[in-house]
């Protein structure tokens, strides 16, 4: 029902940068929440950030200040911006979307996870 699209991971450099971007698509009727979850080898996923559709965030303490989450409602995408990375912030990261589908006849709730997208900060 719902199809979700990440890009922008990638190598970076200690103290670099990245974009993630994450697009849904598909029977969507709204979207409540999306958000960005990573995984590194060995570890659970984590909460890395979310944000509601009257863009309040919320962060991972650790990461407050260095990632910044916004989406554009228009486009149903999320971003993350990622600064000043550091090598422990190699992991997939995981985009998610939890809302409503159309459906006859009240919509339906969905909760959507991509695929990963690897990011790898090193020198």
């Known amino acids: 029902q719902v199809h979700l699209v990440e890009s922008g991971g990638g190598l970076a450099r200690p103290g670099g940068s990245l974009r993630l971007s994450c697009v849904a698509s598909?029977?969507?009727?709204?979207?409540?929440?999306m958000g960005w979850y990573r995984q590194a080898p060995g570890n659970q996923r984590e909460l890395v950030a979310t944000?509601?559709?009257?863009?309040?965030?919320n962060y991972a303490d650790s990461l407050r200040g260095r990632f910044t989450i916004s989406r554009d409602n228009a486009k149903n995408t999320v971003y993350l911006e990622m600064n000043n990375l550091k090598s422990e912030d190699t992991a997939v990261y995981y985009c998610?979307?939890?809302?409503?589908?159309?459906?006859?006849?009240?919509?339906?709730?969905?909760?959507?996870w991509g695929q990963g997208t690897q990011v790898t900060v090193s020198s």
């Open positions: 998610n979307v939890r809302g409503y589908y159309r459906s006859d006849p009240v919509p339906k709730v969905f909760d959507a």
């Open positions: 598909g029977n969507i009727f709204t979207i409540v929440a």
């Open positions: 944000v509601n559709s009257g863009h309040a965030t």
